[in-house]
């Protein structure tokens, strides 16, 4: 397939060139694209050729065209005031990322926020979950895209629980800061680093001021268990998952872990789930598809980190990634996996003796190819900003009630 065939085109591309509202009675804008293969999103292959048309930045109409009338010049077209032809295009359903981080600097140094918005949109994401930024820029930007003000996807705003201080400690606090948010207009609520007595008594308040929770579990006291009591909505990244499922509940990490060094938690992530029983595992995995207790897993940062060289040797590497995150990216210290370079380390798996570039069994430690923290970087934090979360995630179901584990 020629690569021009083989683009994607984006609806969100076509409708950040915003119409405007009707005056004295006049109709909307039209835009039509041509001649598409359309993906509607429901599991069905793609067909076409078809006309969309949109107005008001909506789609009013998909249109099935008769491929031999549309290569003749007879096929019958509704009228637009404006066209692009999708001739060997595809059409897709807006993405959705689940696990956002709007942002306009990086260490201090100022990274236009421009950029970023771009850099989704291209990438076919349409709505974004915002799960810790600067909250009031954030609800301020939200309306500007809602209005049509800057070329951006829909934004729901989950604030950090406790990015303010002081941190709640108590129940009271924790509904105040529930109520904090609301007032201020947040889509839902991101915890981390919560004690269970505090998150149980804001989970409540959530769930009646109307605020979805995301829970980035981390390994704390509480796990996976906690989330389906609670009614979370989601669960970030992998952790509370196993540590739900270990038999004696206690993680088998050695004396010198340390959880904010990366280096450290992303060696021990699969032995996490080698020490989870698995029947205990299915029993919390069921439980959370009982509870709607969805999973976020944000795979592609670990993708990126089992296999650095070639993450940094993308294609789109050179041209994407904006100066300010590579610069930003080698003055990390070495205390992270993207760009320690201390080289493997002999640590144990199953009781046998391995070093970091994993077992050769269970292979589940990353294949550390690249020791210099330049060469190291950069790819990891572009393909984190431009993962998106499967469109099947449902960010309106409402959670069940689950019984006590």
């Known amino acids: 397939m020629k690569k021009k065939s083989a683009m994607v085109l984006m609806l969100a ?52 065209l008769d491929p031999v009338a549309v290569a003749s010049g007879r096929a019958k077209r509704a009228p637009a005031d404006a066209e692009i032809d999708a ?3 595809y059409v897709l359903p807006g993405l959705i990322d689940a696990h956002a981080h709007i942002q306009d600097e990086r260490g201090g140094i100022p990274q236009p926020q ?42 729901l705003v989950y604030p950090m629980f406790n990015a303010l201080a002081p941190v709640p400690t108590n129940a009271e606090e924790a509904r105040a800061r529930i109520r904090l948010f609301k007032e201020e207009g947040a889509d839902g609520v991101k915890f981390l680093g919560v004690y269970r007595d505090v998150m149980e008594a ?90 709607h207790v969805n999973w ?4 592609d940062i670990y993708e990126a980190s089992r296999d650095l060289q070639r993450a940094q040797n993308q294609p789109w590497f050179a041209e994407w990634l904006h100066p300010t995150l590579a610069e930003y990216s080698s003055r990390i210290p070495p205390t992270t996996v993207l760009t320690s370079s201390a080289g493997p380390r002999t640590t144990r798996c199953s009781g046998k ?6 077992c050769p069994r269970c292979a589940i430690l990353s294949a550390w190819a690249a020791p210099s923290a330049r060469a190291m970087t950069p790819a990891s934090s572009i393909r984190s900003m431009a993962s998106a979360c499967s469109a099947n995630w449902n960010c309106m179901k409402k959670p069940a009630s689950i019984p006590s584990k």
């Open 13 to 64: 591309a076509a409708l950040s060139a915003q119409t405007k509202a009707p005056e004295n009675g006049r109709r909307y804008a039209t835009l039509a694209i041509r001649n598409a293969m359309v993906v509607d999103g429901n599991g069905t292959p793609a067909a076409g050729p078809k006309d969309i048309l949109i107005e008001n930045n909506r789609i009013v109409a998909v249109i099935p």
């Open 87 to 89: 001739t060997g295009k």
């Open 114 to 155: 421009d950029y970023e918005l771009k850099i989704w949109l291209s990438c076919g994401i349409t709505t974004i979950r915002d799960v810790g930024s600067d909250t009031k820029k954030t609800l301020a930007l939200r309306a500007k895209s809602a209005a049509g003000e800057v070329a951006a996807p829909r934004i």
């Open 202 to 291: 804001a989970a409540d308040e959530a769930h009646k001021q109307g605020l979805p929770i995301a829970h980035h579990v981390g390994v704390e006291e509480t796990t996976a268990w906690d989330d389906i009591r609670f009614g979370t909505r989601s669960i970030e990244h992998w952790y509370g998952i196993p540590d739900a499922a270990i038999p004696d509940g206690v993680q088998n990490f050695p004396p010198n872990f340390n959880y904010n060094n990366e280096t450290d938690r992303f060696r021990y992530a699969g032995h996490l789930w080698r020490e989870a029983d698995p029947k205990k595992l299915q029993d919390v995995l069921k439980a959370m598809v009982d509870a």
């Open 296 to 299: 976020v897993p944000t795979l």
């Open 353 to 358: 003796k391995t070093t970091a570039s994993g």
